[in-house]
């Protein structure tokens, strides 16, 4: 079934995207007639059995059942839609948007001009790393409603994917002005991290929790909450960390997001053996390679060498799939700096933003391109980020570039965050004599 799904969404079955004035009724029957195989393939992917049995795979089957019996309603496709995109989110499943998209698309067939299609088409993009796309989708909803608080919060998630700070920062603040939710909460804490202000953030992440505590769907909330939770395990706060991500536990047991995240607090804590079975529970309910690479450092703690080699084999497996997190985990780990280099430098390619510019810095240093690592590091700091792995990769960049007055800072910064990341504690403490 997948296959189907996205042979019809990459494949421009439909032709051109629709176009954004809307038809009148009598035009869009005709228009039915005319795409009626492609559409029957959209109302297969839409319709496709939910993969679960939980009470959001049973409303989708009810929304399902009534778009069957109501099959030019665009406002039932959408709702499908929607709930695609929610159940992508709470089970980690990046191919349930495909599904979306399709049932998004099978609306906008009824109702071209149907700003609710277009903002799911929007979460798509962002999904799939498109994000001039999404911006153009955003633009458009917001052409004929600025005031679209979904579609300005693609706006801002897409333009942030981009480097261009100062754009998402402007989006995120008018749809904290139109409506103070959390989405526009979350988004404006995260800015605030982004931007330097963790504490600043911290409050936002509560404001965002406690808009959405309430919601039926409780992965918004928890995801907040995990969110919250990493800047307390960033600080150090790892008994902080973990009272935060028990939280987010308690709305959703099985989020693979607040069990990699606690593994990763208690392994700081040196508690290898209880990190173990959360970072396993993460790793197969959400199989990426954030969470493989996890899994590795915990089984390197255990000295599990059976773990560690498959942890390896699944991080190397997983690379095709996320290639800046593979390039990542390269030079992290000092392997591979010339293939670090390039993916990381492909992915600068489609977004200039920080993080991808930390990568890429450090892939540099340990290609011994130190040059190269000092201007993609100088980019990489230009918001004033305080993450602890950013920083410390800064002083490690300063340090080959004969700033001797960088050794000291790395001391700070370890006795500081003394478990800030397994590989580069390590390498901090030799360069530091400690």
């Given at each position: 079934?997948?296959?189907?799904?996205?042979?019809?969404?990459a494949g421009g079955i439909l032709g051109c995207e629709p176009?954004?004035?809307?038809?009148?009724?009598?035009?869009?029957?005709?228009?039915?007639?005319?795409?009626?195989?492609?559409?029957?393939?959209?109302?297969?992917?839409?319709?496709?059995?939910?993969?679960?049995?939980?009470?959001?795979?049973?409303?989708?089957?009810?929304?399902?059942?009534?778009?069957?019996?109501?099959?030019?309603?665009?406002?039932?496709?959408?709702?499908?839609?929607?709930?695609?995109?929610?159940?992508?989110?709470?089970?980690?499943?990046?191919?349930?948007?495909?599904?979306?998209?399709?049932?998004?698309?099978?609306?906008?067939?009824?109702?071209?001009?149907?700003?609710?299609?277009?903002n799911v088409r929007g979460l798509v993009m962002l999904d799939?790393?498109?994000?001039?796309?999404?911006?153009?989708?955003?633009?458009?909803?917001?052409?004929?409603?600025?005031?679209?608080?979904?579609?300005?919060?693609?706006?801002?998630?897409?333009?942030?994917?981009?480097?261009?700070?100062?754009?998402?920062?402007?989006?995120?603040?008018?749809?904290?002005?139109?409506?103070?939710?959390?989405?526009?909460?979350?988004?404006?804490?995260?800015?605030?991290?982004?931007?330097?202000?963790?504490?600043?953030?911290?409050?936002?992440?509560?404001?965002?929790?406690?808009?959405?505590?309430?919601?039926?769907?409780?992965?918004?909330?928890?995801?907040?909450?995990?969110?919250?939770?990493?800047?307390?395990?960033?600080?150090?706060?790892?008994?902080?960390?973990?009272?935060?991500?028990?939280?987010?536990?308690?709305?959703?047991?099985?989020?693979?997001?607040?069990?990699?995240?606690?593994?990763?607090?208690?392994?700081?804590?040196?508690?290898?053996?209880?990190?173990?079975?959360?970072?396993?529970?993460?790793?197969?309910?959400?199989?990426?390679?954030?969470?493989?690479?996890?899994?590795?450092?915990?089984?390197?703690?255990?000295?599990?060498?059976?773990?560690?080699?498959?942890?390896?084999?699944?991080?190397?497996?997983?690379?095709?799939?996320?290639?800046?997190?593979?390039?990542?985990?390269?030079?992290?780990?000092?392997?591979?700096?010339?293939?670090?280099?390039?993916?990381?430098?492909?992915?600068?390619?489609?977004?200039?933003?920080?993080?991808?510019?930390?990568?890429?810095?450090?892939?540099?240093?340990?290609a011994g391109n130190l040059g190269e690592a000092q201007k993609?590091?100088?980019?990489?700091?230009?918001?004033?980020?305080?993450?602890?792995?950013?920083?410390?990769?800064?002083?490690?960049?300063?340090?080959?570039?004969?700033?001797?007055?960088?050794?000291?800072?790395?001391?700070?910064?370890?006795?500081?965050?003394?478990?800030?990341?397994?590989?580069?504690?390590?390498?901090?403490?030799?360069?530091?004599?400690?």
């Amino acid at each position: 079934m997948q296959r189907i799904v996205l042979l019809v969404l990459a494949g421009g079955i439909l032709g051109c995207e629709p176009s954004p004035p809307a038809a009148s009724s009598e035009s869009q029957g005709v228009a039915n007639e005319a795409v009626a195989p492609e559409v029957r393939l959209l109302e297969f992917a839409a319709l496709s059995p939910p993969p679960g049995k939980g009470p959001l795979d049973a409303a989708l089957l009810k929304e399902q059942a009534a778009a069957k019996a109501n099959p030019l309603r665009a406002d039932l496709w959408i709702v499908i839609a929607q709930s695609w995109v929610r159940l992508a989110r709470n089970a980690s499943d990046k191919s349930l948007y495909a599904n979306a998209e399709a049932a998004a698309r099978r609306a906008l067939a009824i109702e071209p001009a149907n700003a609710a299609a277009h903002n799911v088409r929007g979460l798509v993009m962002l999904d799939q790393h498109r994000f001039k796309e999404a911006i153009e989708a955003a633009n458009a909803v917001l052409a004929a409603d600025p005031t679209n608080s979904m579609a300005l919060g693609t706006l801002s998630d897409a333009n942030l994917e981009l480097g261009q700070i100062e754009a998402a920062t402007d989006a995120a603040q008018k749809m904290l002005d139109q409506k103070p939710n959390l989405p526009s909460y979350a988004r404006a804490a995260h800015l605030k991290y982004v931007t330097g202000d963790p504490d600043a953030a911290k409050v936002l992440y509560r404001l965002a929790f406690d808009a959405g505590r309430g919601q039926q769907d409780r992965e918004p909330a928890a995801w907040v909450l995990v969110e919250a939770a990493e800047l307390f395990r960033l600080e150090a706060d790892y008994e902080g960390a973990i009272a935060g991500f028990d939280v987010a536990l308690e709305r959703l047991s099985n989020f693979p997001p607040a069990l990699a995240g606690k593994a990763r607090a208690l392994l700081a804590l040196g508690r290898a053996d209880d990190a173990r079975p959360l970072a396993e529970q993460a790793g197969k309910a959400r199989p990426d390679l954030r969470t493989a690479w996890l899994l590795e450092d915990v089984c390197l703690a255990l000295r599990d060498d059976p773990c560690v080699a498959q942890a390896r084999s699944d991080v190397t497996t997983l690379g095709e799939k996320d290639t800046l997190a593979y390039a990542d985990y390269l030079s992290i780990r000092n392997e591979q700096p010339d293939r670090a280099v390039e993916l990381a430098t492909d992915e600068l390619a489609q977004r200039a933003n920080s993080e991808v510019q930390r990568v890429l810095a450090f892939a540099q240093y340990r290609a011994g391109n130190l040059g190269e690592a000092q201007k993609a590091s100088a980019l990489a700091n230009r918001h004033g980020t305080t993450n602890p792995v950013l920083r410390y990769q800064t002083l490690a960049i300063r340090l080959a570039n004969a700033d001797e007055g960088a050794r000291s800072e790395i001391a700070t910064l370890v006795g500081e965050r003394p478990a800030f990341e397994p590989t580069l504690v390590k390498e901090a403490a030799a360069l530091t004599g400690q």
